[in-house]
């Protein structure tokens, strides 16, 4: 990782995925989580010739997969010219040093990775500094591991005291003086973005929240009649956007926020903290869900952790079931006596199941081809409105 910003000049073209299959992950959520890598180096900028899965019960401590499959990767790097090798799971220093040397190519992991889209993503001041916060604060615990072959050779003996020791003692304070300066322009930034907020007065506000790529921007768009970027790669969105909403007489704010993703860096969950301050700070949540994605479940259950993570998972929510003309299922035959699975369930079915029983309130709509789109908006206005009711009960507006 370079010290400024993670992106780089020139970007490999083609890479290959490494997944493991274990007890606590076995092949169909291996298969699942090599998926969403692969979308997400499609978001960073390379095309996925392969996927390599390893069974194994622990990690190796020095390729984390093995001798025999860093091997097989080996061979296949050199036959096809790959540029890029992708871990889904995080990588030691040492281990990442090590798979260095033998497949001699570039080697990132899920954190990495996410961390290198999300410097190329940024587009503010506000959004870069935070992610810069994060690369660092990455990078502060993993210097010794990265340092250990210098001292080997600058330190002579080896012993502590040596040239290599004094190198990493220089890079930590380098490091710590830059995570320190930047948590300053932070904390500048956030006083700025707290009295902003202050100065919107006393419209309910509204957030847009969901797993990255459901369709909030598209939403926030279809609602404020605005132009918000929206595109079909992960993590479109890293600034906030707030808007000032009208629907029939009723004005709220409403701001379409970072997508979540699972095993999203804890490094940049504390350096957006401004960020999701618009989530925390929200009267009312709209959780967007995919509802065409095979595993939207999972999806729910990443957003709904990362709420009570951040302190917001006990607000009014609506869940909004996104993109249904994507939708299909598999239809069962009459003589299939195989039991049903939530790919046998219809649309129809889906809305019997517990997404109607258990997430009151909740809607199924299609953003992209504003299906059921006046249904979402009177959802919420009534939603607004009540709390609107509640709040200021003096108040003269007119519903």
Not at 33 to 58: D, I, N, P, S
Not at 244 to 253: A, C, E, H, S
Not at 360 to 371: D, G, H, T, V
């Amino acid at each position: 990782m370079k010290s400024d910003s993670a992106s780089t000049t020139h970007q490999p073209k083609l890479a290959v995925l490494v997944g493991v299959i274990s007890k606590l992950q076995d092949e169909d959520r291996s298969k699942e989580y090599l998926e969403e890598l692969e979308f997400l180096a499609e978001t960073y900028g390379v095309e996925t010739r392969k996927w390599f899965t390893q069974k194994l019960e622990k990690p190796d401590k020095s390729t984390f997969i093995g001798k025999g499959k860093t091997q097989e990767i080996a061979a296949f790097i050199k036959e096809n010219n790959i540029d890029v090798v992708i871990f889904d799971d995080e990588l030691s220093p040492s281990q990442q040093r090590n798979l260095e040397k033998e497949l001699g190519k570039k080697i990132l992991d899920r954190t990495t990775l996410i961390l290198e889209i999300f410097s190329q993503r940024a587009q503010t001041a506000h959004a870069k500094t935070q992610v810069q916060l994060a690369q660092y604060q990455y990078l502060l615990p993993r210097l010794t591991g990265m340092w250990t072959h210098l001292e080997r050779q600058r330190g002579g003996t080896g012993t502590r005291g040596g040239a290599g020791e004094k190198e990493i003692e220089t890079d930590r304070r380098i490091v710590r003086d830059k995570i320190a300066a930047l948590k300053e322009q932070l904390l500048t930034i956030d006083k700025q973005m707290a009295t902003q907020r202050k100065s919107r007065g006393e419209m309910i506000r509204v957030a847009l929240v969901g797993y990255t790529n459901v369709g909030k921007s598209t939403i926030m768009n279809l609602m404020s009649k605005s132009h918000v970027f929206a595109e079909n790669k992960l993590f479109a969105t890293l600034d906030t956007t707030v808007r000032k909403v009208t629907i029939d007489n009723l004005f709220f704010l409403l701001s379409d926020t970072v997508g979540f993703i699972r095993k999203l860096p804890t490094q940049l969950v504390e350096s957006f903290k401004s960020t999701l301050d618009e989530v925390r700070e929200a009267d009312i949540l709209l959780h967007v869900v995919d509802i065409s994605h095979p595993h939207f479940e999972d999806h729910i259950n990443v957003v709904r952790e990362t709420l009570k993570e951040i302190g917001a998972g006990d607000k009014p929510t609506l869940l909004i079931f996104n993109k249904i003309d994507a939708f299909t299922y598999e239809k069962k035959d009459e003589d299939d006596l195989t039991p049903i699975t939530k790919r046998n369930l219809s649309m129809d079915d889906l809305k019997k199941t517990w997404m109607g029983a258990l997430n009151s309130p909740c809607i199924f709509i299609s953003a992209q081809n504003k299906i059921n789109v006046d249904e979402l908006k009177s959802t919420v206005y009534n939603m607004v409105k009540e709390m609107h009711v509640k709040r200021y009960p003096y108040n003269n507006l007119l519903y």
